[in-house]
Every structure is written in C-alpha cells, then in structure tokens.
T-cell receptor, first 114, second 113 residues
C-alpha cells in the first residue's frame, strides 16, 4: 500500500499522559497536514509542513501540541499532558507541491483519553 | 479568520432523486474548492474539485458550481444511489497562499432505497 499510513490506529491513555502519533506520507508528496476530527464535525486544521518546514500552526492549538517532520519525510504529532477534550480522530494528509490540490488522507489515529 | 459553512447537516433523499449541498467561504483569497466523501469508518476521499477560474464542473452524476461573487459553492448529485450514502465535506484553500485547507462541518447524506 503506497498511501498515507498512520500509527497507532488506536490509542487509549489516561489523562495527563503524553502520546505520539506517526504519519508516513506518500513518498513524493512534500506537503503534510495534521487535522483533528471529532464525531459529527469536519476535519479541523492543526498544522502543516512543506518539506521539513512547519509553515502554519492553528491558533486553536495549545502549547501541549507539537509536530515535527524531520528530513521532510514522516511526521510525528505529540500531545503532552493529555486531557479528555483531546479525545478525537487525528488525521494526517499529504499532497504534492505546486498547483496540485488533492489531499490524500490516512486512516487516522483515534485517541481516547480516560 | 477563515471559515467554511456547510448546509444542510443531514439530508435524506429517495433513490434516484437529486441531492444538493451548499457551502459558503469567508476568505476571498480562496481559489480551490474540493469536495470529499467519507464513508463510515473510512478516510475522506476526493470526489470532485473546482478552481476559481471556472463556474461549473461535472463528472458523471456529480457536479460542482462556484459563485465567486457570493463566495459560495455547491455539490450536486443526480440520480442518487444507496452507495452515495456517506458524509460529504466541502473545503476551501488558496493555492497562492498558505495552502491551508479549511473544511466545512459535513453533510450526512442518506439515500433511501
């Protein structure tokens, strides 16, 4: 499968713990996005990278959230000191650079904070 | 800030009827408007998109229209089939700016057989 892959697919954690999600984009894609989706809502923008540079981060994102994309390949999203409100599906998507618009989504990482 | 509003939130139609979903965007710099379909438990997938230099685009049973002046765009599905049942999301972005895609809140379409 050469699509976007995310892991773990499911994560259950206790409040206050740290969690990290990984995303492997389609290999030739230089843009990588993180979105959060809760039940009945559309994907909410968190941050995005062009190659290894993090170009924008949502103002809604607290300092507990951090993302990296070393060497412009895979990306990690870390949530520190998790809260119950962080429970959601975390979606990663990638796209080619330039004028091409299509986002290719991964299957998501579902976080449950107890 | 940027915002995309989507209506209705749920839509039920009889098989064979048409369905229309509408979105309004706030950022006048937006010039690319994709529509994604998300089936239960699956990832969103692009079904059609439109750029700001055209007013309408059609692909078999689905079409999208864009009114730049009013800042709204719509998805039209004709001759609906049960397999069209899913959640549909509109989005808007600027391909000359930050490439940040803002999604609508989604429309759950149910096609009744």
């Amino acid at each position: 499968d050469t699509g976007v892959s995310q892991n773990p697919r499911h994560k259950i954690t206790k409040r206050g713990q740290n969690v990290t999600f990984r995303c492997d984009p389609i290999s030739e894609h230089n843009r990588l996005y993180w979105y959060r989706q809760t039940l009945g809502q559309g994907p909410e923008f968190l941050t995005y990278f062009q190659n290894e540079a993090q170009l924008e981060k949502s103002r809604l994102l607290s300092d507990r959230f951090s993302a990296e994309r070393p060497k412009g390949s895979f990306s990690t999203l870390e949530i520190q000191r998790t809260e119950q409100g962080d429970s959601a599906m975390y979606l990663c998507a990638s796209s080619l650079g330039g004028y091409t618009g299509e986002l290719f989504f991964g299957e998501g990482s579902r976080l449950t904070v107890l | 800030g940027e915002n995309v509003e989507q209506h209705p939130s749920t839509l039920s139609v009889q098989e064979g009827d048409s369905a229309v979903i509408k979105c309004t965007y706030s950022d006048s710099a937006s010039n690319y408007f994709p529509w994604y379909k998300q089936e239960l438990g699956k990832r969103p997938q692009l079904i059609i998109d439109i750029r700001s230099n055209v007013g309408e685009k059609k692909d078999q049973r689905i079409a999208v229209t864009l009114n730049k002046t009013a800042k709204h765009f719509s998805l039209h599905i004709t001759e609906t089939q049960p397999e069209d049942s899913a959640v549909y999301f509109c989005a808007a972005t600027s391909t000359s700016g930050t490439y940040k895609y803002i999604f609508g809140t989604g429309t759950r379409l149910k096609v009744l057989a």
